[in-house]
Structures are given as structure tokens and as C-alpha cells.
């Protein structure tokens, strides 16, 4: 499998935006598209034209319903080696600075869990959305100690940068996609995810691009210096199955129950994590602040 540097073919898409345009109503170009897109309808919400219906915002109680996330970070500076928590689309939107993503993907179900030596395990995810919001999932009972908790992903302890010169990240803003790229595909861990028939995709995110990262997709990201953006969640009616059936997965509910829709699948969740009677009792609590919320 080659060493891929743009999102082209991808399991990831990058959209550029650009500071004259209207971010909330403007068509982007789109790697790999067709026609440009609308990325915002509204302040960090996917446009529901070009991503599907926000499911998250119609679905599911207010109180449990990931927030968005705000990543700053400095030279050198990455994130795990990761699977997003839940199945849903996430999206990543680079306001300054630059960043470098490596994505490996690969066909069939297993995924990177195909190859043992990159070591993925389920791991309670470090961003939980703050206190409050874990709070709130650990009184529903959605999240606990004992890691039957809703948020739960798969991370590696590999770091797949650790043979990056930090040469690479210093001249991040001016270097080329292609340099980049072929500086991470040198690195040791790339190497051997490529010889074990991984795709691996490299992709250096600047200011007003936008990353959208696909349910399932493992990836790292180094920052370069000053690198601020915005992160969510989206769900559509394309991953809410998968999105509910994750959900009762880990309560080890039914998980029959997640075709029947996001709503229903994580009543049951609730359900299956507090028993019928608290359960219930907890679903009319959010349902009635829920419609509190949208009066
Ligand atoms: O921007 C970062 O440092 C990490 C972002 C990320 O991995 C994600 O949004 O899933």
C-alpha cells in the first residue's frame, strides 16, 4: 500500500475555507469532492445539506450530548495514537497554526486491530467534554470506574511520531505536504503499518481547514507551534446505528435495539446501566429538562 499525502482517496477529507469567504454560507472546495460544500450552518454545527441531519442535536438529552472541544497546543505537542470514542463523525476545524495528521485505515471489519503489534485497547477517553459533562454521564450512569462507560475508545501507547525530527514541525507552516509526508512515512511505526497493508495517510492541516475524520479511523496528530482549532461531533442517519449500537455495547444492552434509532438506543442504554426502574426514572428526568431545553 503506498504512503498517501493528500485526502484524495480518503478515508479522511480535508476542506479549505478561506478568510474572505463566509464561513457559515459559502460553498468550500473539497479534497476529493466533486462540487464544493457548505461546511457551517451555524457557529460549529456541519452544515446538514452536504453531512446528513445532526442527529446528536434531535437524539439525544442535552445533558449527556458531547460538547464541543477546544485544542490548543504548542510545539510538538500530540494527541494519543487513537480511535475516536463512539462511532460518530468527528471534525476538526484549524483556526492558527499547523498540524500534522496520520491516518491508517484498513479494509474489513478489524480495522488496525489486524495488526497486534500497533497494540489498540479499549481506553476511557482523557476528554470527556469537562467535569460537568462527566458528571452528568456518570450520574446516568454512563460512565463509571469499571470502564462500562459510554465514551469509551481504543487508544495505542505507540507514539508514531517518536522518530519525527523536530526539524519537521519548527518549518511546519512553510513546508510542503509531500516533504511532510515523506518525513512520516521514515518513521518506524509507519513503516511497519504500511508493510502490514495498512493505508496510511499523512495530511497537514493549516489555518481554515477543516478535517473530517470518519467513524472507525485511527490516527495521530503532532501540532507545530501555536496550533489552536475547534473539535466535534456529528451523527447522521448514515453512522446512528452504529452510534446506538456502540452505546448499548457498552452497557451491554441489546444491541438489536440501535436499528430502532439514536433516541431509542440510548434509552436503553440508561436502561441497561441503572436497571428498569432507575433507568426509566432517569430517561423522564432528561426527556422533561430536555423539553425544558427546547421551549
Ligand atoms: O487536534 C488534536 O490534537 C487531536 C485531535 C483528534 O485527534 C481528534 O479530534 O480526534
Redo the contacts with the bound molecule.
Sequence with gaps: MPLVYSCAWSPARLYRTSPQKDILNEPYEVDGARRPQRIFQQVFALDEAAFGEDLLSTQMPPRVRPGL?L?A?GLG???SF?I?PFEWL?W?YCVSGA?V?TFFSCGGDEGVHAVPSLRFAEKAPVARGGDQREEALREVGLLSSDRLCLAVGYESEIDVYADLSEDVLVGLAEASDEDVAVAVGDCAVVREALGAGLRVEVCVQRPEELIV?PAGTA???V?GAG?V?V?GQHCNTANEERVGAHALRRCRGNVRVAAEGLEVAVEAAIIAANGKERGEAICDVLWQEWDAYTA
Design positions: 472541544a485544542v497546543a505537542a500530540r494527541s487513537h475516536d468527528g476538526n498540524k495528521w475524520i490516527h495521530m496528530v501540532h496550533s482549532g473539535a
